[in-house]
């Protein structure tokens, strides 16, 4: 499936941004979908998980500040960041996850000003 990730910008710190992330294909049967992040200079890290079912997982530099959702009849995986921290600068990637991370989209760039 090929995703396309969409939702970044420029924001001040403690502001919010809604990451969506649609899927050429039906997520549906896709066990995992989740949204990792990478940092210039630093390896790309996991933000937060989403079961088929819906149950989510946080990293924990993310916990109490993310919540991660998926519209499986649109296709369409969503993470909505509050409260947002300058260390949170990166180029976020969905994925989806099929015994591993198999499918990414090309990334959209979140900078959080101070």
């Known amino acids: 499936v090929q995703l396309q990730a969409s939702g970044g910008g420029l924001v001040q710190a403690g502001g919010s941004l809604r990451l969506s992330c649609a899927a050429s294909?039906?997520?549906?049967?896709?066990?995992?979908m989740g949204w990792h992040r990478q940092a210039p200079g630093k390896q790309r890290k996991l933000v937060a998980t989403?079961?088929?079912?819906?149950?989510?997982y946080y990293g924990d530099s993310v916990k109490g500040r993310c919540t991660i959702s998926r519209d499986n009849a649109k296709n369409t995986v969503y993470l909505q960041m509050n409260s947002l921290k300058p260390e949170d600068t990166a180029v976020y990637y969905c994925?989806?996850?099929?015994?591993?991370?198999?499918?990414w989209g090309q990334g959209t760039q979140v900078t959080v000003s101070s």
């Open positions: 294909g039906s997520i549906s049967n896709i066990a995992v």
């Open positions: 994925a989806a996850c099929r015994g591993s991370w198999s499918d």
């Open positions: 989403i079961t088929s079912g819906g149950f989510p």
